[in-house]
């Protein structure tokens, strides 16, 4: 069964702190992709990689970055989190331009 | 850009009853779509896909036709239940690495 993990479902931060979300999958999947979920606005895509040490910025790329060392693993880093990055955040790989495959997604309450 | 429109939750039917939910796109090129569902508390689930014009995507009771010259892949099922109480994704890709996903419908089922 195909599988995409992500490291922590729920997780509290102070304004400030550097936050890493990291997301393994066990496909083989050249490509991954971080989201962000919020009410109203659906997904909006933070980061991709389209192979290891490769990235490009997505919609919204504002204080992310990203970092791809090994194929299966991209991790999402928060330099100083802040408030307005409450949200759900969910990883998603993918082979080809084909359906993705997501985690089960990080709620992340920055206070 | 492009870009998929779907209609505005929630959507409360009875079981057993029968369920539409619109979704049109906009996209140069010839996209996939792609209908994901996300039980809650849960990352996204692919449901069905289309890839060209006329297609149909089918899976556990849902359906959706790839409709080129209406821009549409409306999602229906004949009789729905409890258990699809969910909120439903409508996407495209295309390009590179491109995946554009609609707001998201929250579907209600009631027994």
């Known amino acids: 069964d195909v599988k995409v993990t992500q490291s922590s479902r729920y997780l509290v931060k102070r304004t400030g702190e550097k936050v890493f979300l990291e997301c393994v999958q066990d496909m083989d999947h050249e490509n991954m992709f971080w989201y962000r979920q919020d009410p109203g606005l659906g997904l909006r895509l933070i980061y991709f990689?389209?192979?290891?040490?490769?990235?490009e910025k997505g919609d919204i790329p504002e204080g992310y970055s990203v970092s791809r060392e090994k194929k299966e693993r991209f991790s999402l880093i928060l330099e100083s989190a802040s408030t307005n990055q409450t949200s759900m955040y969910l990883c998603?790989?993918?082979?080809?331009?084909?359906?993705?495959?997501f985690g089960p997604g990080t709620r992340l309450t920055v206070t | 850009g492009d870009s998929v429109t779907q209609m505005e939750g929630p959507v409360t039917l009875s079981e057993e009853a029968f369920l539409t939910i619109n979704c049109t796109y906009t996209?140069?090129?010839?996209?996939?779509l792609f209908w994901y569902v996300q039980y809650p508390g849960e990352g996204l689930q692919l449901l069905l896909k289309?890839?060209?014009?006329?297609d149909k995507g089918s899976n556990k009771g849902f359906e959706a036709t790839y409709r080129k010259e209406t821009t549409s892949f409306h999602l229906e099922k004949g009789s729905v239940q409890v258990s699809d109480s969910a909120v439903y994704f409508c996407?495209?890709?295309?390009?590179?690495?491109?995946?554009?996903f609609g707001t998201g419908t929250r579907l209600k089922v009631l027994a």
């Open positions: 998603a790989s993918s082979s080809g331009l084909v359906e993705q495959y």
């Open positions: 996209a140069t090129g010839y996209p996939s």
């Open positions: 289309a890839t060209k014009a006329d």
């Open positions: 990689s389209y192979d290891v040490k490769m990235k």
């Open positions: 996407a495209l890709a295309s390009g590179t690495y491109k995946y554009i």
